[in-house]
């Protein structure tokens, strides 16, 4: 039986919306393969943009191997490296604690936040205070092998207490004044009043802290000191 024309073109039709159907179902795969890519594409992106950030710190401190956000020092939340930093600021630049926490915010605002979280001017207060004290409990191992000479003085009252200080500085006269890199404190005790007898005494201890005996002894020959 012959077809109509208007079969005809029914069928012509329907192949066409086939063709359709499959044209949109490849699209489709296009797309989710597209979306895959992109995906990827922007995963890999974030990536080299954080490599880069790290790489552009990395320039900014001049050295590749220092990581800002350093390990903890233990039962501390702050790194060792905050912690250097900010007891190097305090001795080397004659500022105060406040001036040190601006000075790591100003970091911060300029080169991506690589020290995050900057402590309070107290505990930056707390950390130099710790190194002072540390710094003169080890003071006198600085003589162990050297010859030394040590200077005693009665210094302040503190109540109604006398501070001793006693100083080392290094007993070969190297043709100049002695400077304050040269003085090193080794002692300081307190008593309520000091003579001759209690000096010699602290002396002693001090040498024996540092292991051999001072070349001299220098004082004011105050009437205590005699």
Known sequence: MKKSAQDIEIEKLKKQVEKLKKAKESLQRDKRNLKGRLS????KNAKYRSALKKRETECWIGQGDIRMHDESIGRHH???LMVALSVAFYARLSVGSRQIVEIFNILNEFMGNVFGKVPAYTTIGYWTQELGLSVYKE???LFKDKRYALMVDESMMIGSEKLLLT??????NAGSAITEEDVTI??????KSWNGTSIKNVLEKVADKIGHKPEYVISDNGKHSN
Request: proline share 5%; glycine share 0%.
């Open 78 to 80: 702050y790194s060792s």
């Open 139 to 141: 003071s006198c191992s």
């Open 186 to 191: 080794v002692d300081i005790s307190i008593a």
């Open 167 to 172: 100083l080392a500085i290094p007993a070969i």
């Open 40 to 43: 990827t594409a922007q995963s």
